[in-house]
């Protein structure tokens, strides 16, 4: 396959239902240099499986330029799920892959895995223990990124699990990792972390791909403390809710309450399950793997929790809480509240004012401010 292939291929992906914009790509260099690494270690017979793909790239790209007739797939996003969904229809792909969660139904009897690298060393190592404790004998993790996000702990965290771990050259920004010759695994798997959080009294369960781990994040700790004022409510929503703290602390105090806890990362819905079932409150509080809360109805809930994506740099941040904030406008009640906590300096008074509806400052410490607004 040449560069033009894949290149015409990769042009007619779409990142819809994510942010579409010209400068903005449904792939990148990693995508291209994981698949022609890929040809030098696959037939068309090879069992491949692929991790982490973003918008369909590599699994489509597998499909297309490595011969093979199925792929396995696992994406963390449901927007990428989703953007994978609609790519494998415009290219006549359906049915040609199968997603499946991170584990053996992804894994069992594959000889190929086509990794993009996760940020976070802990969701590598929950992947590279998963390929060494499921994948064929003798398969080949080859694990791609962008130079720049690239660290030598990612490299020791899959030396950990593979005997042989070797960067190839780089190109166009991006190298590979070619990890083989699995080590033994351990009997029980690194993740899930599950363990008290003596300050709440409460156990958090935590895969690795999770926010903040099995710790507790110091916002949420902050929106925490305003437990007592907020409404009783018939539906509340932890939006975000990755290891599920908010939803499990509102279950135990609102006890008629509906809790319902979503994020967009499958990691935080296994996580926010794992948490519910170890305190209890399985049959209380549901779990929904979504984008921002797009299977509720609107109008349903009469009170949002929410901790907003912060970290992520500039624009990323504030598009991503923009649209926490749209999601909650559209599926609170007339009257129902919407709960933040956020960086103080970011400044989204006013936007939660326009979007949702009167809006006052609840408190404000000195790194964070929580706000109360209420759904005209
Ligand atoms: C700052 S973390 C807060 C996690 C958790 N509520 C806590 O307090 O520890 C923000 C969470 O929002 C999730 N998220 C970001 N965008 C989302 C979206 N569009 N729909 C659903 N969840 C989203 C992320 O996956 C992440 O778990």
Same mark, same amino acid.
């Given at each position: 396959?040449?560069?033009?292939?894949?290149?015409?291929?990769?042009?007619?992906?779409?990142?819809?239902?994510?942010?579409?914009?010209?400068?903005?790509?449904?792939?990148?260099?990693?995508?291209?240099?994981?698949?022609?690494?890929?040809?030098?270690?696959?037939?068309?017979?090879?069992?491949?499986?692929?991790?982490?793909?973003?918008?369909?790239?590599?699994?489509?790209?597998?499909?297309?330029?490595?011969?093979?007739?199925?792929?396995?797939?696992?994406?963390?996003?449901?927007?990428?799920?989703?953007?994978?969904?609609?790519?494998?229809?415009?290219?006549?792909?359906?049915?040609?892959?199968?997603?499946?969660?991170?584990?053996?139904?992804?894994? /069992?009897?594959?000889?190929?895995?086509?990794? @993009?690298?996760?940020? &976070?060393? %802990?969701?590598?190592?929950? $992947? #590279?223990? *998963?390929?060494?404790?499921?994948?064929?004998?003798?398969?080949?993790?080859?694990?791609?990124?962008?130079?720049?996000?690239?660290?030598?702990?990612?490299?020791?965290?899959?030396?950990?699990?593979?005997?042989?771990?070797?960067?190839?050259?780089?190109?166009?920004?991006?190298?590979?990792?070619?990890?083989?010759?699995?080590?033994?695994?351990?009997?029980?798997?690194?993740?899930?972390?599950?363990?008290?959080?003596?300050?709440?009294?409460?156990?958090?369960?935590?895969?690795?791909?999770?926010?903040?781990?099995?710790?507790?994040?110091?916002?949420?700790?902050?929106?925490?403390?305003?437990?007592?004022?907020?409404?009783?409510?018939?539906c509340?929503?932890?939006?975000?809710?990755?290891?599920?703290?908010?939803?499990?602390?509102?279950?135990?105090?609102?006890? /008629?309450?509906?809790?319902?806890?979503?994020? @967009?990362?499958?990691? &935080?819905? %296994?996580?926010?399950?794992? $948490? #519910?079932? *170890?305190?209890?409150?399985?049959?209380?509080?549901?779990?929904?793997?979504?984008?921002?809360?797009?299977?509720l109805q609107p109008a349903s809930a009469d009170?949002?929790?929410?901790?907003?994506?912060?970290?992520?740099?500039?624009?990323?941040?504030?598009?991503?809480?923009?649209?926490?904030?749209?999601?909650?406008?559209?599926v609170l009640a007339?009257?129902?509240?919407?709960?933040?906590?956020?960086?103080?300096?970011?400044?989204?008074?006013?936007?939660?004012?326009?979007?949702?509806?009167?809006?006052?400052?609840?408190?404000?410490?000195?790194?964070?401010?929580?706000?109360?607004?209420?759904?005209?």
């Open positions: 396959m040449t560069e033009l292939d894949f290149g015409a291929l990769f042009d007619s992906l779409s990142r819809l239902p994510d942010v579409e914009a010209d400068n903005l790509q449904a792939y990148d260099a990693t995508d291209r240099l994981l698949l022609e690494t890929a040809v030098g270690f696959s037939s068309p017979r090879t069992r491949i499986a692929v991790i982490g793909d973003r918008y369909g790239a590599l699994t489509l790209g597998a499909l297309a330029g490595l011969g093979v007739e199925h792929v396995r797939v696992h994406q963390d996003l449901f927007t990428g799920r989703l953007a994978l969904q609609r790519n494998a229809q415009m290219a006549g792909a359906e049915g040609r892959y199968s997603p499946h969660e991170l584990g053996r139904e992804l894994l /069992e009897g594959v000889e190929l895995v086509l990794l @993009q690298l996760p940020k &976070a060393l %802990a969701e590598l190592e929950e $992947t #590279a223990d *998963a390929v060494a404790r499921f994948a064929a004998p003798g398969a080949v993790l080859l694990a791609g990124g962008r130079v720049k996000h690239m660290t030598v702990g990612m490299n020791s965290v899959l030396e950990k699990y593979f005997g042989s771990v070797q960067p190839q050259l780089a190109r166009q920004k991006s190298r590979i990792l070619v990890a083989r010759d699995a080590r033994p695994v351990d009997a029980a798997p690194p993740f899930p972390v599950v363990g008290p959080l003596p300050e709440l009294d409460i156990t958090v369960s935590a895969q690795g791909a999770v926010f903040a781990g099995a710790r507790l994040d110091i916002g949420t700790r902050y929106l925490l403390t305003f437990l007592d004022r907020m409404p009783q409510a018939r509340v929503v932890d939006l975000g809710c990755g290891t599920g703290i908010l939803a499990t602390m509102v279950a135990m105090r609102q006890k /008629e309450a509906r809790v319902i806890a979503t994020d @967009q990362s499958a990691a &935080a819905v %296994a996580s926010a399950r794992g $948490t #519910a079932m *170890a305190n209890g409150l399985a049959g209380r509080i549901t779990v929904l793997h979504d984008d921002a809360m797009s299977s009170l949002i929790l929410l901790n907003p994506p912060f970290h992520l740099g500039a624009s990323v941040h504030a598009g991503a809480a923009l649209r926490m904030f749209e999601a909650a406008a559209r007339p009257g129902g509240e919407l709960w933040t906590v956020y960086n103080s300096h970011l400044r989204y008074r006013p936007t939660l004012e326009r979007l949702i509806g009167p809006t006052e400052e609840e408190g404000r410490n000195p790194k964070f401010t929580v706000t109360r607004s209420r759904k005209r």
